[in-house]
């Protein structure tokens, strides 16, 4: 079939993927965990400039 991760980013059906530690996620889930701590991270930071400050304030204050 020819399914992989590259080619889904290729044709824009996945934004981004996250490489699995040698051996996979199973074997080490710990580093696939900073893995993807550290995605997510990045994403988030990116789409704080989106957030009007007001709003932003609100949800980081409770």
Do not use: Y
Request: include cysteine; charged fraction near 25%; charge should be positive.
């Amino acid at each position: 079939m020819g399914v992989t991760s590259s080619k889904l980013e290729e044709l824009g059906i996945v934004d981004a993927t996250i490489p699995e530690p040698l051996g996979g996620a199973h074997r080490d889930p710990i580093e696939m965990a900073s893995r993807l701590k550290a995605h997510l991270w990045t994403r988030w930071i990116g789409c704080l400039r989106w957030i009007p400050m007001p709003c932003l304030r609100r949800v980081t204050e409770g």
